[in-house]
């Protein structure tokens, strides 16, 4: 796989954040007519390059002094962490049974953990908050969901539905 521009890449020298795919439903799980598995690995095909900091500039007692940018995790065989493939259009007769399952990500010491969320359109996605702070929980740039933004005392679990297929960046 060939690393291109691509607008997300560049939002992400923003610093820590995560990154939902919302996706059809129909897609993510087989149906009567079709079943089976794919299985690979995303490989990065660019120039080597050295994982960058991002540096934290508030609340270092329990964020540190800075984070890993993770806009692009390559190993050491290339593998690309966090990619997510979906297929464009899925076979004939696929469908869901059953409702779309609860995904959850919890901020850690001022990171979302883990980092990208695949979550089936209409599913909902619980955003924990295990930190010692009060965080702010936003997404302003989606097209096809509604924006939120909202306060997130620690210990608190603020339930969220994406009823529209897209990637989202959530800050």
Known sequence: MERRADPLTSLTTLGPFLLLWVTVASVLAPGPVWAGALKGTVRFMGAPFEPRKVPVTTDQYVCGKDKDAEDLVVSRDRGIKNAVVWLQTAP??????????????????????????????GGTVEFLN??????????????????????????????????????????
């Open 92 to 121: 004939p007769g696929t469908k869901w049974e059953g409702p779309p399952p609860l995904a959850q990500t919890d901020q850690k010491q001022c990171v979302f953990v883990p980092r990208v969320v695949v979550v089936a359109a």
């Open 130 to 171: 295990n930190d010692r702070l009060l965080h702010n929980l936003h997404a302003a740039g989606s097209r096809e969901n509604p924006a939120f933004n909202r306060t997130q005392p620690k210990g608190r679990t603020i339930p969220i539905v994406f009823k529209r297929p897209e990637i989202i960046r959530v800050d």
